[in-house]
């Protein structure tokens, strides 16, 4: 990564001919050959083109695999020993940071705290930009140092790889101690080589030059899909694939709870409805009651034993 910075320029009399600014060399940057006539051809065209770009996604997503599962076992095993994963990022990396978090809790009942999101601007800028905001490198390295201690894990999510409110999250998660993640698509970032685990994801230059809401987000959204389910996966928030620790916050869900506990035990929706009943609603505690024969109150004793890990919990009740 290489950019050069300019400094405002002042003529007598008038108003600065432009601010001071930074540019950027990242491959999103770049002028995609492919999409130059995007202006000049028919609707069904430009969506093509589109199309086209984000089909390279899913595979520049795959060839970084291997760095992305070394990031999740990092932030297993933080949760495990009772510390934080953080979300760090701006514009619309902020953004899908945000959204990962947020849903989190009703699909896998994760507690308070578990993810921390960090955005450029604060809430007001989920809803519209806040000049300046993501260049504040002091701004992101007090955030962190407010929230982060050592063995937390520190995400940090960037497409060009540069942003200064991310960098200076990263270097201040590292000075305390915090395992650090990069997300980007710049292979070249120059601070790729300051964190523990460097995800450059090489999406290219997007449709529209610079636009990166677009290949370089939907790469990000691909990654944090994975990361997160991937972590859940590994602290046993899933039983096969089902979603077994999902909170019932409304009807729609409340009848998913009884589609999932029959799926995994063959039951009918009455015996189903009983067993979570007795439950008190707690999915698991269910499944366990019913695969393994126990009351609840032997199934919830057995999962908290497990680590809330179903077929650890069933393999304990059924020694007994």
Known sequence: MGESRSEPRQEKGTRPVIEDYVRVESP??????????????PTLAVLELINDEDQQVAGAVRAVLPRLAV????????????????????????????????????????PDGWFVTHAAGGPTALLRAIEGAEDDEEAGAAEIAES??????????????????????????????????LVTANPSAVVGGEVDVFVAVDTGPEVVAGSTRMKAGTAQKLILNAFSTAVMVRM?????????????????LRGRMLEILGEATGEDQQTCARALTDAGGELKTAL????????????????????GHVHAALADVRRV
Not at 28 to 41: G, H, K, L, M, S
Not at 236 to 252: F, I, W
């Open 28 to 41: 999103t940057e770049a002028r995609n050959p492919r999409t130059t006539q995007i202006d000049r051809v």
């Open 71 to 110: 990031a999740v076992d990092l932030a297993v095993r933080a949760l495990r020993e009772g510390h934080r994963v953080h979300y760090v990022g701006a514009g619309t990396s902020g953004r899908l940071g945000v959204l990962d978090a947020a849903e989190l809790p009703p699909t896998f009942a994760v």
């Open 148 to 181: 982060v201690v050592a063995g937390d894990v520190v995400v940090g999510l960037a497409a060009s790889g540069r942003t200064p409110y991310v960098v200076g999250a990263l270097r201040a998660a590292r000075r305390l101690g915090a395992a650090t993640v």
């Open 236 to 252: 046993g928030r899933t039983y096969s694939n089902l979603m077994v620790d999902l909170m019932a916050t409304n009807a729609k």
């Open 288 to 307: 366990v009651s019913v695969l393994g024969g126990v009351v609840p109150e032997v199934a919830r004793a057995a999962l908290e034993r497990a680590d």
